[in-house]
Protein backbone atom coordinates (compact mmCIF):
# COMPACT_ATOMS: atom_id res chain seq x y z
CA UNK A 1 0.00 0.00 0.00
CA UNK A 2 1.46 3.33 -0.85
CA UNK A 3 1.91 5.79 1.85
CA UNK A 4 4.34 8.90 2.85
CA UNK A 5 5.48 8.16 6.51
CA UNK A 6 6.59 11.70 8.69
CA UNK A 7 8.48 11.92 11.35
CA UNK A 8 10.42 14.32 13.36
CA UNK A 9 7.58 16.65 14.73
CA UNK A 10 7.17 17.87 18.56
CA UNK A 11 7.45 20.59 21.20
CA UNK A 12 10.15 23.33 21.06
CA UNK A 13 10.59 26.84 22.53
CA UNK A 14 10.48 29.35 20.28
CA UNK A 15 13.83 30.05 18.61
CA UNK A 16 14.26 26.20 18.29
CA UNK A 17 14.85 23.77 15.51
CA UNK A 18 13.21 21.13 14.40
CA UNK A 19 14.03 18.66 11.42
CA UNK A 20 10.83 16.92 9.42
CA UNK A 21 11.52 13.77 7.38
CA UNK A 22 8.84 11.86 5.21
CA UNK A 23 9.45 8.55 3.46
CA UNK A 24 7.45 7.43 0.62
CA UNK A 25 6.59 3.48 0.71
CA UNK A 26 4.98 1.18 -1.38
CA UNK A 27 3.53 1.16 -4.67
CA UNK A 28 4.71 5.43 -5.11
CA UNK A 29 7.15 5.64 -8.65
CA UNK A 30 8.49 8.45 -9.96
CA UNK A 31 7.94 10.57 -7.81
CA UNK A 32 7.64 14.45 -9.00
CA UNK A 33 6.77 16.84 -6.47
CA UNK A 34 7.51 15.97 -2.79
CA UNK A 35 6.94 18.92 -0.48
CA UNK A 36 5.78 20.39 2.98
CA UNK A 37 2.03 21.30 3.87
CA UNK A 38 1.15 23.22 7.21
CA UNK A 39 -2.36 23.87 9.17
CA UNK A 40 -2.30 25.85 11.66
CA UNK A 41 -5.31 25.67 14.58
CA UNK A 42 -8.90 26.37 13.06
CA UNK A 43 -6.49 27.30 9.48
CA UNK A 44 -6.82 26.20 6.08
CA UNK A 45 -3.54 23.51 4.90
CA UNK A 46 -1.11 26.04 3.22
CA UNK A 47 2.30 25.19 1.28
CA UNK A 48 5.55 25.65 3.19
CA UNK A 49 7.74 24.22 0.91
CA UNK A 50 8.06 22.03 -2.31
CA UNK A 51 10.90 20.25 -4.18
CA UNK A 52 10.56 18.78 -7.59
CA UNK A 53 12.56 15.60 -9.03
CA UNK A 54 14.94 17.67 -10.73
CA UNK A 55 15.86 19.98 -7.85
CA UNK A 56 13.50 23.13 -8.10
CA UNK A 57 12.07 24.35 -4.68
CA UNK A 58 9.83 27.21 -3.69
CA UNK A 59 9.07 28.45 -0.22
CA UNK A 60 5.99 30.50 1.25
CA UNK A 61 7.11 34.04 2.55
CA UNK A 62 6.66 32.35 6.17
CA UNK A 63 9.29 30.05 5.24
CA UNK A 64 11.92 31.88 3.33
CA UNK A 65 15.45 32.22 5.38
CA UNK A 66 14.20 29.68 8.19
CA UNK A 67 13.04 26.62 6.72
CA UNK A 68 15.73 24.21 4.45
CA UNK A 69 13.60 21.73 1.77
CA UNK A 70 15.58 18.41 0.74
CA UNK A 71 14.66 15.36 -0.48
CA UNK A 72 16.79 12.13 -0.32
CA UNK A 73 19.36 10.74 -3.36
CA UNK A 74 16.48 8.15 -3.61
CA UNK A 75 14.15 10.92 -4.30
CA UNK A 76 11.58 8.66 -2.20
CA UNK A 77 12.27 10.96 0.80
CA UNK A 78 12.20 14.68 1.72
CA UNK A 79 13.20 16.43 4.56
CA UNK A 80 12.09 20.01 6.56
CA UNK A 81 14.69 22.11 8.10
CA UNK A 82 13.14 24.04 10.79
CA UNK A 83 14.89 27.00 12.27
CA UNK A 84 14.12 30.20 14.36
CA UNK A 85 10.86 28.67 15.17
CA UNK A 86 8.35 30.97 16.25
CA UNK A 87 4.37 30.17 18.01
CA UNK A 88 3.04 30.73 14.45
CA UNK A 89 4.82 27.61 13.13
CA UNK A 90 2.79 25.91 15.74
CA UNK A 91 0.45 22.93 13.92
CA UNK A 92 0.29 19.89 12.09
CA UNK A 93 3.05 19.47 8.95
CA UNK A 94 1.53 16.90 6.35
CA UNK A 95 4.02 15.71 3.78
CA UNK A 96 2.97 15.68 0.22
CA UNK A 97 3.96 13.79 -3.08
CA UNK A 98 2.70 13.52 -6.71
CA UNK A 99 3.69 11.02 -9.06
CA UNK A 100 2.21 10.56 -12.98
CA UNK A 101 0.67 7.27 -14.64
CA UNK A 102 0.69 8.86 -17.88
CA UNK A 103 -1.12 12.03 -18.04
CA UNK A 104 -3.06 10.75 -14.66
CA UNK A 105 -2.10 13.01 -11.69
CA UNK A 106 -1.94 11.03 -7.90
CA UNK A 107 -1.68 13.02 -4.98
CA UNK A 108 -0.42 11.01 -1.53
CA UNK A 109 -0.72 13.03 1.79
CA UNK A 110 1.10 11.68 5.06
CA UNK A 111 -0.78 11.37 8.56
CA UNK A 112 0.44 14.67 9.66
CA UNK A 113 3.12 15.55 12.28
CA UNK A 114 2.47 17.83 15.01
CA UNK A 115 4.88 20.57 16.38
CA UNK A 116 4.31 22.82 18.90
CA UNK A 117 6.52 26.32 19.35
CA UNK A 118 5.95 27.43 22.43
CA UNK A 119 6.44 31.35 23.67
Known amino acids: QAQLVESGGGLVQAGGSLRLSCAAS????????MGWYHQGPGKQREVVATITSGGTINYADSAKGRFTIARGNAKNTVYLQMNSLTPEDTGVYYCYADTYVGVVKYVYWGQGTQVTVSS
Open 26 to 33: GNIFNIGT
